[in-house]
Nanobody, 125 residues
Framework: HVQLVESGGGSVQAGGSLTLSCVVSGYTISYSGACMGWFRQAPGKEREGVAIFYPGRGATGASTYEESVKGRFTISQDNAKATVYLQMNDLQPEDTAIYSC??????????????WGQGTQVTVS
């Protein structure tokens, strides 16, 4: 079965950095029709998409970002390690949330996520 396990969360001061990892099993993240994403949910707020990676787009894949994290966060993946990363720089208190990774497929030109990890807490003070 498909399993996604996140790690790398923690507490940092504003301006700091963290790298989240998501190890994926039972799912081929390098599949051209796949899409991998990071989401976050802050207390009292709805879950929002942070970044999506499309391995089948372009020579090295393509990514999209939520507006507030552009220029600060970078999504990437290591196919050999079946791991998806989220590098987060210049973290701000409003980035505090539970971060989860997700795996899906592209249908009708949109990413449809079907599998989710349990999440990892990121706290910025």
């Amino acid at each position: 079965h498909v399993q996604l396990v996140e790690s790398g969360g923690g507490s940092v001061q504003a301006g700091g950095s963290l790298t989240l990892s998501c190890v994926v099993s039972g799912y081929t993240i390098s599949y051209s029709g796949a899409c991998m994403g990071w989401f976050r949910q802050a207390p009292g707020k709805e879950r929002e998409g942070v970044a999506i990676f499309y391995p089948g787009r372009g020579a090295t894949g393509a990514s999209t970002y939520e507006e507030s994290v552009k220029g600060r966060f970078t999504i990437s993946q290591d196919n050999a390690k079946a791991t998806v990363y989220l590098q987060m720089n210049d973290l701000q208190p409003e980035d505090t949330a539970i971060y989860s990774c997700a795996a899906g497929v592209i249908l009708d030109s949109r990413c449809r996520f079907a599998y989710w990890g349990q999440g990892t807490q990121v706290t910025v003070s």
